[in-house]
C-alpha cells in the first residue's frame, strides 16, 4: 500500500503485469461550494473501478464513494474520463482514489487539496421601486432562523416574515407611499436594503 503522505502523481499499476495508466486527480469547487473531482485513463487492463477517498487532515483518509470502470470488462485502449462529485467542501478537505483490479491489487492516486468556498450573501429585492409585491432571493446561504421584518425609520414594524426557502415575496398592497427598511436576518447573517414604496 503506498503511504498517505506521497503525492504519486500519474500512476501505473502493475497488477499480473498488465499497467492501467491514469493521469492526475484534479479538483475543483463548484459554484455551490461542491467537490468536483476529474481524471482521466489512457489505457485499462482488468480494472474494476476506484474507491473515492476524502480526507481532513491529507494523512488519515476514509471511503466516501466507488466509481465503476467505463471500460468494458474493466479493459480498454481508449482514453476515458471520469467525473465525480464529491459534496460539499467544509474547511480545507483532501481527496484521492484508489484503483482497484479485478485481481485485488490497489494503487493510490495523487492527493488533491479544495479549500471551501464561502460564498457571498446577499438579499435581492425586486422591484426596487414596488407597488404590491416585493420578491425576494437569497443568494448564498440560508441560514436557521431566517426572517425579513419591513419597518420605517422610527423602527416602526409593518411586516414580518420568516423564510423557509431562497425565493420568496412581500405583500406590501395596503402600505402607504414611502420609503422603509427591510431587514433580514438569520442565524449567521444580517443585511438592509432600503425599499421604496410607490
Do not use: C
Amino acid at each position: 500500500m503506498v503511504n498517505n503522505n506521497i503525492d504519486l502523481g500519474a500512476f501505473e499499476s502493475t497488477g499480473g503485469g498488465l499497467p492501467v495508466k491514469s493521469g492526475d486527480l484534479t479538483g475543483s469547487v463548484s459554484s455551490v461550494g461542491h467537490a468536483v473531482l476529474s481524471w482521466i485513463t489512457y489505457t485499462e487492463t482488468n480494472n474494476k473501478g476506484f474507491y473515492i477517498q476524502r480526507s481532513s487532515d491529507g494523512v488519515q483518509f476514509t471511503n466516501q464513494g466507488f466509481v465503476a470502470t467505463q471500460a468494458l470488462n474493466g479493459t480498454g485502449q481508449s482514453k476515458l474520463n471520469y467525473n465525480y462529485d464529491a459534496g460539499v467542501v467544509s474547511g480545507t478537505t483532501y481527496f484521492r482514489f484508489v484503483q482497484v483490479d479485478q485481481n485485488g491489487v490497489q494503487t493510490v492516486s495523487n492527493v488533491v487539496r479544495l479549500e471551501s468556498k464561502e460564498l457571498q450573501f446577499k438579499l435581492l429585492a425586486f422591484p426596487n421601486p414596488v407597488q404590491n409585491e416585493l420578491h425576494l432571493k437569497i443568494q448564498g446561504e440560508l441560514a436557521n432562523n431566517a426572517q425579513v421584518i419591513l419597518m420605517n425609520y422610527a423602527g416602526k414594524i409593518f411586516r414580518q416574515k420568516q423564510l423557509s426557502s431562497k425565493e420568496s415575496f412581500l405583500d406590501l398592497q395596503g402600505l402607504a407611499a414611502g420609503v422603509y427598511i427591510l431587514h433580514y436576518q438569520d442565524a449567521k447573517h444580517s443585511v438592509i436594503v432600503k425599499v421604496v414604496k410607490q
